[in-house]
Structure formats: structure tokens, C-alpha cells
């Protein structure tokens, strides 16, 4: 023991090594505050004792502990009676405690996905992405939160007729005997919908209009794609948008589109991941993948080279890649030098290999997306798919614009919406309202009491997705089906039902979805066999020819504005709005800047200064910001501040979907409608911008759990140095001092704890591939699914005290490394001279490198927190997992407080059944997404990651009923098995052939925090970046 | 005379199968039995009509080829056989080719025969009997509780009147001489060495009850509350002998065992509307009685027994649940039923001998970690194999318990 007590731990540094920091706060030297996140779990000491108009006082005392002790002895005294009530007539697949699989598909308006849903004793509890389906099987985080979205307690009950409920036969004959009045005058109607990509009800819906021809149907996209429509129409002759197969590109080149969250439709992130992990064994590459863009975006974060640019100089990049790659047009060259580079060098690497490279951009610009449509054609892209084109979006601004008018002149005596909330998502909906509200007739279908449903004379209440019956033709000749896998939980009808009521149908639309896949649709393939796998492919393609070949670039040279340039983004959680009274999307931290519950005015560090706008961490560590008025010609809009690292200079960023005021709880209705400023359905707008008096508070989870800034949290390198050098030169093993003697850590002699023998029965490992991970944030939300993870509320986020069990830690690095640095830092000794020689080094980068990193429960061989447990509450077992006996836990805390990792969650208060937090649990409905299989933590109890052991213990027990071995791949995780990208995964390294084991054996695998000797149980890969300095 | 002859025949001849009257009834109670039964009831419709004088309203050889050969005759379309046919839901009857004339009339017979009537005083005397002893006791007791208070107030009366006339008359009353003797108590108090033994012992003594006291709280051990359905575990998987996982399936698969849906119940009670197995007088279950209880089955699966038909009014059986465990436990049946095959009675205890359904375990942690450590794997199957030969090399032993395989790790159960 002796020898023990001199083993000083010190930390080798890799040779490229970056400093990473997670918020400008960080860089600060003087914040205490930083430096209390690092140290201890929250900033400020708990208010013990602290409160003197509380005191309580030693008559109190007695009083709780009589009423206390009266309390135990009567709840001792007599059980509750419980009740069991089973089945009169039990439905033959359904065994209560085995849990039933449906394929069903999601097609919102916003997201397309086809998915599983797994349903206990017939109701719905989780989401998981249908990875058989070969596209649009990648479910997203909004996706996985869904199944929340069915047991909304603001869903309307049964159709309404001027606010009061009513039967659907009334309503159906009232609005038939109106339909027919309006017919015999010919009375302007228009129906407003989403776009429904359903061959079924695209034909119900012709019907309709055939018997009613004075109704005229307009699509409408909340979020707009309509001029990208309009560029396809042009060049091909059909509105639809091109499909891109990421998998087969090698240049990447993307103005503005963020296609791994939402750009048209998303969905892309799998195959892009595919290109993404280099392999220096298989002689395997990665792609180059370039970002010019404003706002920082998920996809922009993920870039190998990432260039911050005006609107403005976005459109002048599109140009310049059509003038130089297409020899057409005339290059006016007027772009930023800085810039200009980066287009050059994206020039030299297309042209390299043209075939393998695609030009995409997100910027919603008829000639942008004419001249990316003809640049690609004139590559022969193979990454582009302009015969199998993506049909999820209809929209037309034209005609949309036109209903807009009529609706405002008073020409239209009815409107009929579906699928759509235009009281809240169009950009004038205030004045809207008023002429909304004096129509003769409006019949709104709508899932819950929204904008327009208040204001409409009858509300047909519509089944969730989830409880409802659908087909789908999302791409050319992939087709989906969407089947109900609870009967619906009110009196509601679905829209395409009610229309074949109208029509006097005897069929459902059901009955219509069968008939039209069994007589046109399948080849092949039984009905009964689609809708058990809920997609079908008929391999069919278009033969599209481009109709034009050239455009004019010269009106995206228009002259750089002085103003603002506003970019509405739609964010990873809450997307469109159309979720946006789901607890679990709003307390889901945004993967850039980390914030929950809000949306916010992006700016860069550059012009806050100039604005006079700051942000500033309050004594408890919680974010504060300044407001700003931004404003255009037609609107203005008073929003809070955050100041973005990687904001474009001279833009500002606005996420759509919050500030919504109905159909929600009150402690939902956060952050402030952007679609006040959405005019003309350009995500762009030109704005000035004010500083507003007052402070935004916000709850910002960016520096909580912040891990002592020690220097193997994230590893990093290029992908040159990662194939000309050594392992040990990019990832070296972390060395520590033994009898000032440098002893590898994973040598036994530096270890001071017992080894265990751990090479019988299973032992899991968790992976996560920084290089494959792109911080989408599906994981996050599956894991609150799976493990009941409670919503705390803004106002505990403020207070460090989320319950995520699973975070996606985000850091920035410089762009650039400095060989100083790295002597610099070697020369320092201690923590807070560290500190300070971090902080001096860095600046905040104006355009930072991104790297994401999901963190959860490390699951140490070597576990901190076990020894520290004075009640062994928390112990671990033999298949690797770090065990948490709730029951047993007594709330001391102390095991969060000696983990190095800062993953523990303690349940401050009991969230379930609880008024304070009026979410999901606290009412009945809300509560049927529980999953059964885990128990709901009460107040007092420490609580982390379980790695699943719900879904191990279940696999494994399945190989046990049937007598055989476990399967590789059968053993996953909540967030392995969200995880389409790969990046997560999950296994038993004791089956030496499991794709676990050899991504443990992989060069890049390295553990957090080795040094400290935890002997962790998660794995990390290296991440490696295609960027070579331009 | 000759009726008490007659009488005393009959219950002579029907246990006897020796003597034979024209048809044998006992030959064709056992064949009714055996065959018709299932859809037949003596005076009731079932699945078919009621058989009692069926030989009044069909012809005898019309019977005899409709047992045989009835499907042959409905295609055949005989108005008689077609007729039946349409009457009960075109639902055919199974026929008998192999049955000798002799067989079916000794059938017939039987369905003609009227037993004697039941002697139905039992139940009621017994029920009597019962209550009335129940109110006797109590009455006992308060009697005699008053008698001795009497005699405790007339003893004392009678001591003072006694000391009242010896004092008149003069009679002097020895008290005993004192003797200069500390008294027992006095001679405790003095040593203190006793107190501090007696209150250690004191203090131990209670801690020790206090700690069973507390220990029992919550463990709900012959548990065995009344259900809204008498259902008897001991007719049911005692006297007839059904698997305990016929009914409770789920047991195979899944966590729960599940209390089987009402439609389970009806596999068998669609053909036994009537209970006619053993009777427990004593306790007061009585054929009635239950015959009875399938009667609220009836009515909660919303069965007419009449028409023999499901009405679709259906009230859903609120049973009182007898095990629970808490929330944070985590038990899978199908684990412990499927893969290790534990007897269904090693938790449950002799349910086939239990009238009532009660807790025979104790359910608590220290009861399941006594099972794991003592329980061994079963190392034929496949998936326990490798590990089990790793493990049982590594501790030097035969066969390897669950405990030593992790079983009694903390998040085994609680999660």
C-alpha cells in the first residue's frame, strides 16, 4: 500500500491535441461559476438551514414526527384492496406482459418515417424506427416523441359545434346540408390541408371535390419547400423534389441545407453516416463533406469545413459553382476572399470525381434550386435521385397566396382545414383571424383545440396518426402503410372517413386503402404481408428529362444589404409546432445550443457586441440573456438573445414551432411565434434589430455536468494523420505516474482495486462512435420512453436538476490547433493553473469546430460511486452493469458526487402525480406511455442509466424459453437501437464475435477519464475529421 | 307397501348393475355421460335440446337412425331431422354408428328415468345449526361472564356480612403475626445487579417482538380475501384434475400469470351449467351453491343460458388480487414456470386442495434470495451451457445454484 500512496496521476497529451470548451462562459477566467460546475454538482450550496422565516421549530418537529410516526402505523395496519379485472373475451394476440409490434408509418407534414410501434396490453409505449424499410425507415427524435403526443391531455374529445360537443351525425348532416347550400349557390369554399402523399386519400379527396365543385383544395406546407416544387417542375416537368443516396458521395457540397435534421423531409442522416467512418484495415475512407451556411446547424456541426456566410454571399456561392462546374453564366465574382477559397478548393475536389459529388442546398429560391438541379445534372451525380423524386410535399405558394387574399377580401363563404394550424402558422394570422371568424362556415379537423379550432363554427376531432389508417407513396415507388395500434381514445373520426360520410359511402377508408393496394398497387406481395411490414417497393422509376438546360445566375448577384439577415430554422426538437405541447420535445435539450424549453434570436459574438447584447450566467450556473426587437416592414417580435459561436457575422437565426397560446398547458406555452415573420414563405428576411429592455432567463443545460476539464474527454484527429500514423501517435494509451515511474493505465500494477474475472457468462459494453454520431438526439428521447424519465420543467433545468439520463455533451474547438498550445499546456501543473492557461489560449472562435458526444452512466468495472453508497444501494453486477436498487437508495448523494462523469439524476422531487409538474405523469392519460417493465422513481432516489437491463434481462430470457444462445444483435439498448446511424452500439464482448468486441479491439476505441482507472464500460471511437487546412 | 317396495327396488337397482329391468339405466347413464354430456342436459337446453322424454316426441326408429346417421338424414332432408337442425343454430350432432340399438335404449331409458327427489333439508338445517351455534356461544359467554361477576360481588357480601356478626359477636380476629421478613419485591429492588439483568432482558425481549412486529408489516401470508366469484381451485385443479397453465397460459410466456379471461372459463362452463361434484355441508357449499356461482359467471360473460347464446352484455369480473408485489420488484413467471419448470405449487402452495384461494408464501426478499441459493440451473439448456461448464470448473462444483450465476445481484429484480 505504500507504493500506492505516491501514485500521482498526470495526463500525457496527444501531439495534436485542441482545447474544447462548452460555452463562452467557459473561456471566462474569472467565473467561479464554471469552475463550480466542473467541481461539484450544483453551483450553490443547498438552502440548508439557510431559510430564517422557515425555521422550524422543536414543536414542529414533534408534530411531524407524531403525525409521521401515526401515519407509518396506520399504513402498517391495512393493505390497500387491489383490483384485478382481466379480459371477458382476451383478443388472442394480446398476453398481458408481452409486448406486440405494429408497423405503422408517420407522415405529418413534417416528418416521414416508417416506424414500429410496440404496444403493452394494446397500448402504444414506444417508437422505434423500422429498420427493414430501405428509405424512411430512420426515425427521428420528434418521431420517437410521438407516442407522447397520443395521450395529450388538451386532445379534443368529439366533434364540437361552436365550442359545445356534439354527436357526429350531427355534425356530418349539418355539414352536409351546408356543403349542398354552398353547391347550389356556388359559393366559394376551399379546402386547406396538408400535403396527404396518399394515393387513398387522393382519390377520396377528388371525389369530394367532384361532388362539390365549388370547393377548390389548397395544399399547404407548413414549412414551405414551394419554390424548390416549382425549380423541379421547371427542369422536369413534375412537382416533386430529388432524392439523394448519401452513401454512394464522396464530396458533399451544401449551401444552407441541413440534411441531417429537416431539409426536404430529412431522413438522410443514416446514409450520409455510411460515408463517414474511415477504416484503415479494410483501406476504408471517408467522404469531404463542406457547409457554407448562416446559422449554426446540426449539419454545419457535423461538417468537415464548415464557412459562415450571409444569404447573400449563399446564393453568390450557388452561382459561382454553376458558372465554374457547368461553364454557363458569367461569373461576377464579388465574394469574400475568405470564401472564395473554400469554393475553389470544393472546385479542385469535385472535379476530382464529379460522378461521386453532389451540390445541395437548403435556400427555398426558385433559381438556387434550378441551377443545384442542373449542376448536379451536368456531374452525373450518382448521389442524386431524379426518378424515383421524393412526392412528402405539395405545397404552392401561388395558389396559398391566393387563398390568402380571398380569405382577407371576404369572397369565401367556407373553409374546411385538415392537418393544418393557418391561425398560427400564417405570417399575418392575427388579421386572419378576424376574417376566419366571419366565414359562414369553417369546419376544422384538428387533434386538438389549436388556433384555428377556437376560432372555427365546427371541430372535427381527428384520430392521431397512431389511431389511424393510412397509405403512403413517399418517394416514386415506395409506398407506406400506416395501421392504428390503439383503438381511438375519444369519439374521433379520421379526415378521410368523415369526407366518405359526406359522400355517402358505405366503405371505409380502410375498406378504400385495401381495394386500391390489392387491385393497383401490389405486385406480388400480399395485403396481409405490406401491412405486417408497413412498406412496400414496386421498383418503379420515372424516365425524367430536363426540360431546360440553362438559367440566368445574374439576380443572385443582388448588392449585400445592410440589414440583418433573419434565417427561421426549424429546430431538432420541436421541428414545425406541430409537437410543441410535447414535454418531452421541449425539455429536450437542442443539440447546439443546448437549451430547453425556448426558442431564441441566434447572433454571433461579433454583432452582440455591437448590439449591446450579452448573455451571462446568474450565481446558480443558470443562463441569462438580453431581449432584442427585431422587425421587418410588416411585423415585429421582442425575442431573447443567445449568443451563438459559429452565427454567420450579419445574420441571425429564429426557430420556428414555439409561442403557441392554444390547445396547451400554460406551463407549455413558451418561446415566441416565428411564423409572424415567415412573409411570403421565405425562410430569409431582411430585419434591424434593437436591444429591449429586460432579461431573458433560460434553461440552458450547456454547462451542467461539466467533467473536470481534464484532456481525454474528447479525442480528436485528421483523417491524414489517422492513416499515416501510428495509434499510439492519435490515440495513445493514457500513462500515469507509479513510483515516478510511467506506467501504462490499463497495466495491473497501477491498479489499487481487486480484479474480478469477468470472462463467464455476458459482459456489456456500450460504443459510441464520435465519427457516426451527428447529435440528432433520437437516443435521447428513446431513452425517455424506455426508462420513464421524467420531465422536470424550466424552472428546474435552470437549477441543474434535469433528469436526462442520457446527454449528448456538445464541445467546440478552434478551427485551428497551435503547436504553442500544446507545450504550454504540458507545462502546467494543477487544475487551476490549467484553467488558466486553458482560458488564456483560447479565444471563442468565431466559427468553432463541433464534436458531439452522448454521455450517459459509464457503467465502471471500477465504479466511484459504488464505494462511496452507505446502504449499498448502488453495486454492481456481473454482466458489467453499475446496479441501482431504488428501493434501497436513502438520498445521500454522495455517489454523485464521486463520479467523475456526472450522470447521476436525484429525483428532487416526486414528478409523477404531482401538481408542481403538470407534464405527462400527472394525469391519467399522460401516464399510459409508461413502460411497464420499469419502475417510476419517487422523490429522495438517485437514478441513472441501467444500460436497459430491462431489455437485456428480456433477451435474455427469450433465449432461455427457447433453449438456444443469444444472438449478436439481439442485445440492444434504448438508444442503440434509436440510433440509425450506427454510432451507438451495444453487445456482449464475451462472444468474441460480436460486432461489440470489434469495436472495443478497433484502433480508435477509447474510454473517458482513463487515467483515473474507472475502467469504464462505454467505449468512445476517435473522431476523425476530412478537413486538411485550405 | 308396495310403493316403499318399489322405492327400495329402485335405490337397490341403481347402483347395481347385475339386474337388468327392460333397459339398463346405469349403462346408459355411463354412456350419457360419456357422450352426451357435452351438449345435452337431462331437462335443460344446452348446446342441443333437453333429452328428458325425448322418446315422447320422436318415433323410436326415427331416433335410432338420427343418433346414427342424423347428418345423413338433414341432407337427406328428413322434415324431422331439418327441423331440429334449424333450432339449434344448424349446429350438427356428432353421430353415434357404433351405438347397438341395445346401447341407445339404454340411453333413452336413462333420459326417461326420474330420479328420486333430492332430499334438500340438509342445507338449511345446516345453516341453522351453524348460526345458531355462532349466536350460542356468544350468549354462553356473556352469561357466564356474568355469573362469575355475581358470584364475585355475592362472595364479597358474603365476607363482609360474616366479619359484621363476628365483630358483633364479639369474636376477635387474628390477623396473622408479622414476621420481620423483607418481602420478595424488597429484595429485588435491592439488587441492582437482578434490575439490570431483568431490564436488559426486558429491553431485548421487546426489541425482539417490536422487530417481528415491524418485520410482518406488509407481508400478507394466508391472504385470502372473498372474491366476487366463489371459484374453487380445489374442484377445479384438485377434483378435476385442470392444468394449473390451461387456464393461467400466460404463466408460459409472460411476467404475469394472468387470471384467465372469462371466455377461458366458458371453454368449459358453455357444456357445465350445473355443478354436480362433491358437497362440503359443513362449510355450506353446496351443489346450489355452486351451480350458483357459474350462474354469476354466466351473467358477467353475459351468456344466456336459455337461448344458448352470448348476449353481448358483459360485466367484467373485479377479482381482488391476492399476490402483489411492489412496484419496484420486478417477477417474471415465465422465467420461473417455463425455463426453470418450478411446480406451480412450490410458491403457490397446494392451491388443488384449496377451497379458497389464499397467500401461502410469505413473498418477501428473503424468502426468493433462500430459493435462489439453493436452486440449481438447468444446465440442458442451451443457453445455460457455456456458462454453466466456465462457472461450475471455476467453483469447483456439480451444479451451480442461481445465486452463483447472479441471480441474487440487486437489479436482477429491482429496475
Known amino acids: 500500500m505504500e507504493e500506492l500512496n505516491v501514485l500521482n496521476v498526470i495526463t500525457r497529451t496527444m501531439q495534436n491535441k485542441k482545447l474544447y470548451w462548452k460555452g463562452i462562459e467557459q473561456l471566462d477566467t474569472d467565473s467561479t461559476i464554471v469552475e463550480g460546475l466542473e467541481n461539484n454538482e450544483f453551483v450553490e450550496k443547498l438552502p440548508v438551514n439557510s431559510n430564517d422565516e422557515k425555521n422550524s421549530s422543536r414543536r414542529d418537529f414533534l408534530k411531524y414526527v407524531g403525525f409521521s410516526s401515526a401515519a407509518a402505523a396506520l399504513v402498517g395496519c391495512e393493505g390497500p384492496v387491489i383490483k384485478s379485472v382481466p379480459y371477458v373475451v382476451q383478443p388472442e394476440q394480446i398476453i398481458p406482459g408481452v409486448a406486440n409490434y405494429y408497423a405503422t408509418t408517420i407522415a405529418d407534414g413534417n416528418d416521414f418515417s416508417s416506424i414500429l410501434v410496440k404496444t403493452r396490453e394494446g397500448r402504444p409505449i414506444k417508437i422505434e424506427s423500422n429498420k427493414d424499410a430501405s428509405t424512411f425507415g430512420d426515425a427521428n427524435a420528434r418521431v420517437h416523441a410521438s407516442v407522447l403526443s397520443l395521450y395529450d391531455s388538451n386532445r379534443v374529445q368529439g366533434p364540437k359545434i361552436s365550442g359545445e360537443y356534439t354527436d357526429w351525425q350531427t355534425l356530418i348532416n349539418l355539414v352536409r346540408v351546408n356543403l349542398d347550400n354552398f353547391s347550389k349557390d356556388d359559393k366559394k369554399v376551399v379546402l386547406l390541408t396538408q400535403t396527404y402523399p396518399s394515393p387513398s386519400s387522393k382519390e377520396i379527396i377528388s371525389e369530394f371535390l367532384d361532388a362539390y365543385p365549388n370547393i377548390s383544395h389548397v395544399t399547404y406546407d407548413t414549412i414551405s419547400n414551394s419554390s424548390t416544387l416549382d425549380a423541379f417542375e421547371n427542369i422536369y416537368g413534375l412537382r416533386a423534389m430529388a432524392d439523394y443516396d448519401f452513401s454512394k458521395a464522396e464530396n458533399i457540397i451544401s449551401i444552407d441545407a441541413d440534411f441531417l435534421s429537416d431539409w426536404q423531409g430529412g431522413g438522410y442522416s443514416s446514409g450520409y453516416t455510411k460515408t463517414r467512418i474511415p477504416d484503415k484495415s479494410q483501406n476504408k475512407t471517408m467522404s469531404y463533406h463542406i457547409q457554407f451556411e448562416s446559422n449554426m446547424s446540426l449539419t454545419g456541426s457535423n461538417a468537415d469545413d464548415r464557412v459562415p456566410a450571409k444569404p447573400s454571399d449563399l446564393k453568390k456561392i450557388v452561382a459561382r459553382l454553376y458558372t465554374k462546374l457547368t461553364g454557363n453564366g458569367e461569373d461576377k465574382g464579388s465574394l469574400n476572399p475568405s470564401i472564395d477559397r473554400y469554393v475553389d478548393s470544393c472546385i479542385d475536389k469535385i472535379m476530382k470525381s464529379p460522378k461521386k459529388s453532389v451540390v445541395i442546398s437548403g435556400i427555398d429560391d426558385v433559381d438556387v434550386q434550378e441551377l443545384i438541379l442542373l449542376i448536379n445534372s451536368s456531374l452525373k451525380s450518382e448521389v442524386i435521385n431524379i426518378n424515383n423524386p421524393r412526392l412528402i410535399k405539395e405545397g404552392d405558394n401561388k395558389k396559398l397566396n391566393k387563398f390568402i387574399t380571398d380569405l382577407e377580401s371576404g369572397s369565401l363563404s367556407g373553409v374546411i382545414t385538415s392537418g393544418v394550424n393557418p391561425l398560427y402558422s400564417l405570417p399575418n394570422s392575427d388579421k386572419l383571424k378576424e376574417s376566419f371568424k366571419s366565414l359562414d362556415f369553417s369546419l376544422v379537423f384538428s387533434e386538438k383545440e389549436d388556433e384555428t379550432a377556437k376560432s372555427a363554427m365546427y371541430i372535427a376531432a381527428t384520430n392521431n396518426y397512431l389511431e389511424s389508417w393510412g397509405d403512403y407513396e413517399l418517394k416514386k415507388g415506395s409506398f407506406f402503410l400506416a395501421q392504428p395500434t390503439i383503438r381511438p381514445l375519444f369519439d374521433t373520426i379520421q379526415f378521410q372517413d368523415f369526407l366518405l360520410k359526406i359522400l355517402n359511402s358505405d366503405l371505409s377508408f380502410y375498406d378504400r386503402i385495401k381495394s386500391n393496394w390489392q387491385n393497383r398497387i401490389l405486385r406480388g406481395k400480399t395485403w396481409g404481408k405490406s401491412l405486417q411490414d408497413g412498406y412496400y417497393n414496386d421498383f418503379s422509376s420515372l424516365n425524367l428529362k430536363a426540360k431546360k438546360t440553362r438559367v440566368s445566375v445574374s439576380s443572385l448577384y443582388e448588392e449585400n444589404s445592410n440589414e440583418f439577415s433573419l434565417v427561421l430554422y426549424s429546430k431538432t426538437g420541436i421541428g414545425d409546432g406541430s409537437q410543441s405541447s410535447n414535454p418531452w420535445l421541449q425539455e429536450f435539450p437542442d443539440p447546439i445550443s443546448r437549451v430547453t424549453w425556448d426558442n431564441y434570436l441566434t447572433v454571433s459574438a461579433v454583432d452582440a457586441k455591437k448590439l449591446n447584447l450579452n448573455n451571462y450566467n446568474v450565481s446558480n450556473g443558470a443562463l441569462n440573456g438580453s431581449y432584442a426587437t427585431i422587425s421587418t416592414e410588416k411585423s415585429q417580435l421582442k425575442v431573447p438573445v443567445l449568443i451563438q459561436p459559429g452565427q454567420a457575422e450579419g445574420t441571425v437565426g429564429l426557430a420556428y414551432g414555439y409561442g403557441k397560446t392554444e390547445g396547451m398547458n400554460d406551463v407549455m406555452k413558451v418561446g415566441v411565434n416565428a411564423y409572424s415573420l415567415y412573409h411570403n414563405f421565405s425562410n430569409i428576411q431582411s430585419v434591424k434589430i434593437v436591444k429591449s429592455e429586460g432579461d431573458h432567463e433560460f434553461a440552458c443545460i450547456q454547462l451542467h455536468n461539466t467533467m473536470m476539464g481534464r484532456d481525454e474527454i474528447i479525442k480528436e484527429t485528421d483523417i491524414d494523420t489517422y492513416n499515416s500514423k501510428e495509434k499510439s501517435y492519435w490515440n495513445p494509451t493514457v500513462l500515469v505516474s507509479k513510483n515516478h515511474i510511467e506506467t501504462k493505465v490499463t497495466s495491473k500494477e497501477v491498479d489499487i482495486w481487486r480484479e474480478f474475472d469477468r470472462s463467464t457468462g455476458h459482459h456489456f459494453n456500450l460504443a459510441i462512435d464520435l465519427n457516426a454520431c451527428n447529435g440528432c438526439g433520437a437516443c435521447v428521447i428513446a431513452c425517455h420512453a424506455e426508462n420513464n424519465v421524467p420531465v422536470v420543467g424550466k424552472e428546474e433545468v435552470r437549477k441543474s436538476r434535469d433528469m436526462h439520463w442520457l446527454r449528448i455533451d456538445r464541445y467546440f474547438s478552434s478551427e485551428d490547433t497551435f503547436e504553442g498550445d500544446v507545450k504550454a499546456k504540458d507545462e502546467t501543473s494543477g487544475y487551476s493553473e490549467y484553467r488558466a492557461t486553458q482560458t488564456k489560449l483560447e479565444k471563442a472562435a468565431a466559427n468553432p469546430k463541433v464534436v458531439f458526444q452522448p454521455v450517459m452512466c459509464q457503467h465502471c468495472n471500477h465504479a466511484p460511486c459504488e464505494t462511496v453508497c452507505p446502504v449499498a444501494a448502488t453495486s454492481h453486477g456481473r454482466q458489467g452493469q453499475n446496479q441501482m436498487a431504488y428501493n434501497r437508495c436513502v438520498g445521500t448523494r454522495y455517489c454523485a458526487n464521486n463520479c467523475p462523469y456526472k450522470v447521476r439524476r436525484f429525483n428532487w422531487f416526486s414528478y409523477a402525480e404531482n401538481d408542481e409538474f403538470d407534464y405527462n405523469l400527472n394525469n391519467d392519460l399522460g401516464r399510459m406511455v409508461l413502460n411497464p417493465d420499469v419502475n417510476v422513481r419517487g422523490r429522495g432516489v438517485m437514478e441513472k442509466c441501467s444500460l436497459c437491463i430491462q431489455m437485456t434481462q428480456k433477451t435474455i430470457l427469450d433465449a432461455k424459453k427457447d433453449g438456444r444462445r443469444v444472438r449478436d444483435g439481439e442485445f440492444q439498448t434504448a438508444c442503440s437501437n434509436a440510433c440509425s446511424d450506427g454510432a451507438i452500439v451495444f453487445g456482449d464482448i464475451n462472444d468474441k464475435e460480436s460486432k461489440i468486441s470489434k469495436s472495443n479491439k478497433n484502433d480508435r476505441a477509447y474510454r473517458l477519464l482513463e487515467s483515473i482507472g474507472t475502467k469504464p464500460n462505454v467505449l468512445y471511437q476517435v473522431k476523425i475529421r476530412n478537413s486538411k487546412k485550405v | ?415
Request: aromatic share 10%; hydrophobic share 40%; net charge negative.
Open chain 2, 1 to 415: 307397501m308396495l310403493q316403499i317396495k318399489r322405492i327400495f327396488l329402485v335405490t337397490l337397482l341403481l347402483p347395481s348393475l347385475s339386474i337388468s329391468q327392460e333397459a339398463d339405466i346405469q349403462a346408459g347413464k355411463n354412456l350419457f355421460n360419456a357422450n352426451c354430456a357435452a351438449c345435452h342436459k337431462l331437462n335443460k337446453k344446452a348446446v342441443g335440446p333437453a333429452l328428458s322424454g325425448v322418446t315422447e316426441k320422436y318415433d323410436k326408429d326415427w331416433l335410432y337412425s338420427w343418433i346414427r346417421k342424423g347428418s345423413q338424414m338433414i341432407k337427406d332432408g328428413d322434415p324431422q331431422a331439418v327441423a331440429i337442425w334449424e333450432e339449434y343454430n344448424r349446429a350438427v350432432m356428432t353421430n353415434y354408428p357404433q351405438f347397438s340399438n341395445e346401447q341407445i335404449d339404454n340411453i333413452l331409458a336413462y333420459t326417461n328415468f326420474t330420479p328420486p327427489a333430492p332430499v334438500n333439508a340438509a342445507l338449511t338445517s345446516t345453516e341453522t345449526v351453524s348460526q345458531g351455534s355462532n349466536v350460542s356461544l356468544n350468549i354462553i359467554l356473556v352469561v357466564s361472564i356474568l355469573i362469575f361477576a355475581i358470584l364475585i360481588v355475592m362472595l364479597f357480601l358474603v365476607q363482609r356480612t360474616l366479619i359484621k356478626i363476628a365483630n358483633a359477636s364479639g369474636v376477635k380476629l387474628e390477623s396473622e403475626p408479622k414476621k420481620n421478613i423483607t418481602p420478595l419485591w424488597e429484595t429485588v429492588i435491592k439488587n441492582q445487579f437482578l434490575i439490570f439483568i431483568m431490564v436488559i432482558g426486558l429491553l431485548l425481549s421487546s426489541a425482539y417482538f417490536t422487530y417481528g412486529y415491524l418485520m410482518q408489516i406488509g407481508i400478507d401470508q394466508g391472504y385470502a380475501p372473498i372474491q366476487p366469484i366463489h371459484y374453487s381451485h380445489k374442484i377445479h385443479a384438485g377434483a378435476n384434475q385442470i392444468e394449473c397453465k390451461y387456464c393461467h397460459s400466460s404463466a408460459r410466456v409472460s411476467k404475469h400469470s394472468g387470471i384467465p379471461a372469462l371466455n377461458v372459463c366458458m371453454n368449459c362452463h358453455e357444456y357445465i351449467a350445473d355443478y354436480n361434484g362433491e358437497e362440503d355441508l359443513e362449510n355450506g357449499y353446496t351443489r346450489d351453491f355452486y351451480t350458483n356461482e357459474i350462474k354469476k359467471l354466466y351473467s358477467a360473460v353475459g351468456w344466456d343460458e336459455e337461448n344458448q347464446v352470448y348476449t353481448g352484455n358483459t360485466k367484467p369480473v373485479k377479482w381482488v388480487r391476492i399476490h402483489n408485489l411492489p412496484d419496484f420488484v420486478y417477477f417474471n413467471h415465465a422465467q420461473h414456470a417455463q425455463v426453470a419448470k418450478i411446480e406451480c405449487q412450490t410458491c403457490h402452495g397446494p392451491v388443488e386442495e384449496m377451497e379458497i384461494m389464499y397467500q401461502y408464501s410469505p413473498l418477501t426478499m428473503g424468502w426468493c434470495i433462500d430459493c435462489h441459493r439453493e436452486s440449481n440451473v438447468d444446465k440442458d439448456n442451451e443457453y445455460y451451457q457455456k456458462v454453466h461448464n466456465e462457472l461450475s470448473k471455476k467453483y469447483g462444483v456439480e451444479k451451480l445454484t442461481v445465486a452463483q450465476l447472479g441471480g441474487i445481484e440487486c437489479a436482477k429484480c429491482h429496475y
